[in-house]
């Protein structure tokens, strides 16, 4: 991939045209910062069941499992990792496991990990569109604000449908959600148009004269006092094209008779994806879904001239993208003069994650958000005072321990220092502080956090004793926890 226009941007660690077959969380770990244009994407919605695919369809044995478990799915590192540098996420976890329960918050730790590499994988200019349903929707929206900044919330696009069943205890769930949010101010959206039908008096003349555009024929006519380009459909009703509103009807879910259908359970329509891509994203720009499915985002990004990145745990993601790619007879521009029909060799099919090009230790750069709440007491301490206490929680005989590296040194050796970096927003008080030797110290600086420390420790061997490490840390967090409640 070319560098040209990457200066203030990552340089993506992929090709295009790549799907991996991994959890996804690996790869998007292990991709180049600052990187995507766009990230549009379906995750498991959690509904509390598995999937399968219709048995006699090119999808037959696909499957995922769309049920959560707080002991099973929320790892303790993804905990610890958000307690530590998500203190908000964190926040509206435990709120979810108290108002819904704990298949919800272990729904959220799984996608909340994710979701904070995706916004570091994401350029600054970027837009990420999560499509979720009524299930989770509230308390994945909260997580969103508290990854992507409410702020930077653009738009909660409702897509409705009509194919499911009927229920006699609710109204009919006909609509899916599509959170979209931007990494910053700064995006790519071109405006979509969608059909208005006229319900009002029409002053229209049949014999004013027909004109066409990209959108089809029409005539100039008065309608409510302005002039209106007056479009009439295959039914004789007539319509003018608006710009596209946050509620889309005039895009059919993938029926049992589409066209497209490929027989992966939750495949969604091209035309969705496609009038998402359009709208935040220009030609030539990258494209990522991480739960690609049977490739709607990839098929519909290559019809719209993007470069794409998929990935999906199902083993014939690849199978699928070649199959969906070569029946909408795509072609690729070869060396030779004349373009030609896809075939297995232009899409990178890897079951490895990518090697980071980039400083991967330095924490991604958080949100600018300034929370100016009153300090409690306990958030008042001085930093002598919060070094005494760590020096008796992290003591080990005449020592102290270090928590980044596990030596223990005598106490002049160790500096007071922060889990989460300043720059990173962390705070001041003795929740975010542990004790480090002097190296350790050096090398985290305010840059890195204190998992990511223990990564490069490990990296540049500079680790003596983990189990000590954590001991330290443990018993620094613990004795936190009591100088905080005291004072409660
Ligand atoms: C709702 S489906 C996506 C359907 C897709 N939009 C389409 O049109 O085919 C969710 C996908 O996420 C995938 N998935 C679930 N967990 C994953 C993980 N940890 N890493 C990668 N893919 C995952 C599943 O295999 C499934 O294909």
Avoid at 239 to 255: E, F, H, L, P, Q
Avoid at 293 to 317: F, M, S, Y
């Amino acid at each position: 991939m070319s560098e040209q226009g990457y200066d203030k941007f990552g340089i993506p660690n992929w090709e295009n045209r790549t799907l991996f077959h991994c959890d996804n969380l690996d790869v998007l770990r292990n991709m180049n910062s600052n990187s995507v244009h766009l990230i549009a994407t379906d995750p498991p919605f959690k509904k509390g069941r598995d999937f399968h695919a219709t048995p006699d369809s090119l999808a037959a044995g696909a499957g995922f499992k769309d049920r959560w478990r707080w002991d099973e799915d929320a790892h303790p590192e993804w905990r610890d990792s958000i307690f530590d540098d998500w203190p908000e996420s964190w926040e509206v976890i435990e709120m979810a496991r108290s108002s819904y329960g704990d298949d919800m918050g272990a729904y959220l730790c799984w996608l909340g990990v994710r979701l904070m590499e995706m916004r570091r994988v994401l350029r600054d200019d970027g837009s990420i569109c999560l499509h979720i349903d009524h299930t989770a929707h509230a308390y994945v929206k909260c997580l969103m604000d508290s990854i992507f900044g409410h702020k930077n919330f653009r738009n909660e696009i409702v897509w409705c449908y009509r194919t499911g069943g009927a229920s006699k205890t609710h109204f009919g769930r006909k609509h899916d959600i599509i959170l979209f949010y931007t990494k910053s101010n700064q995006l790519t959206f071109n405006i979509q148009k969608e059909r208005s039908y006229l319900t009002g008096q029409l002053k229209h003349s049949p014999s004013e004269k027909l004109q066409e555009d990209e959108f089809g024929v029409y005539q100039v006519v008065l309608f409510s006092k302005t002039h209106i380009k007056l479009y009439v459909d295959e039914h004789g009703r007539y319509y003018t094209m608006v710009n596209c509103r946050d509620y889309w009807t005039d895009i059919d879910a993938v029926g049992r008779t589409s066209r497209e259908r490929f027989g992966y359970p939750t495949q969604k329509p091209l035309a969705l994806y496609g009038r998402i891509i359009e709208a935040l994203s220009n030609p030539n720009d990258i494209v990522l879904d991480p739960f690609c499915g049977c490739a709607t985002t990839p098929v519909a990004a290559e019809k719209l001239g993007r470069q794409w990145v998929g990935i999906d745990i199902w083993d014939k993601a690849h199978e699928a993208v070649l199959t969906r790619l070569y029946q909408e007879q795509m072609e690729v521009e070869g060396e030779s003069e004349k373009p030609y029909l896809m075939a297995r060799g232009d899409v990178h099919y890897e079951t490895q994650p990518p090697e980071r090009t980039d400083d991967n230790e330095i924490a991604a750069p958080r949100l600018d958000l300034k929370i100016t709440r009153p300090l409690a007491p306990w958030q008042k301490l001085s930093r002598k005072e919060m070094a005494t206490l760590l020096e008796v929680a992290q003591k080990n005989g005449d020592g102290v321990i270090c928590g980044g590296c596990g030596r223990t040194l005598e106490r002049e050796f160790m500096q007071l220092d922060h889990i989460t970096p300043k720059s990173d927003r962390g705070e001041n008080h003795i929740l975010n502080r542990i004790l480090l030797c002097g190296p350790c110290n050096q090398r985290k600086r305010n840059n890195l956090t204190l998992s990511g420390l223990i990564r490069e420790n490990r990296k540049v061997g500079w680790m003596k004793d983990e189990t000590l490490a954590e001991f330290a840390q443990q018993d620094a967090h613990k004795k936190a926890l009591e100088v905080r409640d005291g004072y409660l």
